[in-house]
């Protein structure tokens, strides 16, 4: 009976400890797929051409968080950057470049990715009476014997402090039905006014196309989570200022983007003397004073707000750091 009790107690003891010990999150952004190699065959496939690599961006973020592997950045957030900062799509396919982009918004990996084929499984299509071969692409409508929708994508995992690639997936989804069109066969692909579909709509699910595409997106992302674990977590250095004072809660310049989050806890210090060098009189290190703690109650992209706690009323310009 003692045994057994020794045994409950030790049990319950290390519970807790287990569930403190819950998989940290890595926080990935995830660039607009490269379709490039594909572009004809979707011009083909819908009658204009259709940015399929942002569609297959947005239904592999939500298979990963889906995953529960990732903490994925917004596309808001995303999109705002690449706009303030003008990469071109040649650079977001760069590894250097995409992990750049990665360490200004402050994630720990960034996933970027192409498509390599995105049609049907044959590969000559009759138009107007002439053959004509269109690779792995087909013309949805077309006089063609029955095929089935093919789609293969393929993705890096970059390390944005270095650049470099830690894992490479690769996606192949096949239609378990099969059409003259691929856009056809149980669903329509919905409108394609200004070159956008959404790929993420049941009527774009429904169809072969569809179907061969969600497969492919999900063995992405099944590949994806299972090389999590290679992401280091980065510690990285929050430092900013303090821009608002209203009482005892202060306004600070940094936000989500440089990694604070609501419950946060951060020191508030201001600057208390310059140290100079005494033969070139640069500055060579500041000497700070620790005001208090600032606990961080909203956040958004830019900025965040919290409670401070401590002994020396902070001022608009004292630093906050982790």
Do not use: C
């Not at 970059?158 to 690769?170: F, R």
């Not at 006014?193 to 429904?206: E, H, K, L, Q, W």
């Not at 640069?282 to 965040?304: P, Q």
């Amino acid at each position: 009976m003692k045994k057994r009790w020794i045994a409950a107690l030790a049990l319950t003891l290390t519970l807790p400890a287990a569930w403190g010990q819950a998989p940290q999150k890595r926080r990935v952004a995830v660039l607009n797929f490269d379709y490039g190699t594909v572009r004809s065959g979707v011009a083909a496939i819908f009658g204009t051409d259709i940015d399929v690599g942002t569609g297959i961006s947005d239904m592999l973020v939500e298979e990963l968080v889906k995953g529960g592997a990732y903490s994925v950045i917004e596309r808001k957030a995303l999109d705002k950057l690449l706009a303030e900062q003008n990469f071109s799509n040649s650079d977001r396919a760069d590894p250097a470049s995409a992990a750049r982009i990665g360490r200004l918004l402050g994630v720990d990996a960034i996933i970027v990715g192409s498509i390599t084929q995105f049609g049907r499984d044959d590969q000559q299509i009759g138009l107007g009476g002439f053959g004509r071969s269109m690779g792995k692409y087909g013309l949805g409508g077309t006089s063609v014997r029955k095929a089935k929708a093919v789609v293969a994508v393929t993705a890096r995992l970059v390390n944005v402090e270095t650049g470099e690639i830690l894992a490479v997936a690769t996606g192949n989804g096949e239609s378990k039905r099969s059409g003259t069109s691929l856009l056809g066969a149980g669903g329509s692909g919905g409108s394609a006014g200004g070159g956008v579909v959404d790929m993420r709509s049941t009527n774009f699910a429904n169809t072969i196309l569809g179907e061969a595409t969600r497969h492919a997106v999900d063995e992405l992302a099944k590949q994806l989570t299972a090389n999590s674990s290679r992401i280091e977590v980065m510690a990285r250095p929050i430092e900013g200022l303090v821009a608002d004072v209203s009482g005892n809660t202060l306004v600070i310049n940094v936000g989500t983007r440089a990694g604070v989050k609501p419950g946060m806890t951060l020191t508030v210090r201001r600057v208390g003397r310059e140290i100079k060098d005494p033969a070139t009189g640069r500055v060579i290190r500041r000497v700070e004073d620790t005001l208090g703690s600032l606990t961080i109650t909203e956040a958004d992209e830019e900025s965040a707000v919290g409670t401070f706690t401590g002994a020396t009323p902070p001022k608009v310009g004292d630093t906050v750091k982790n």
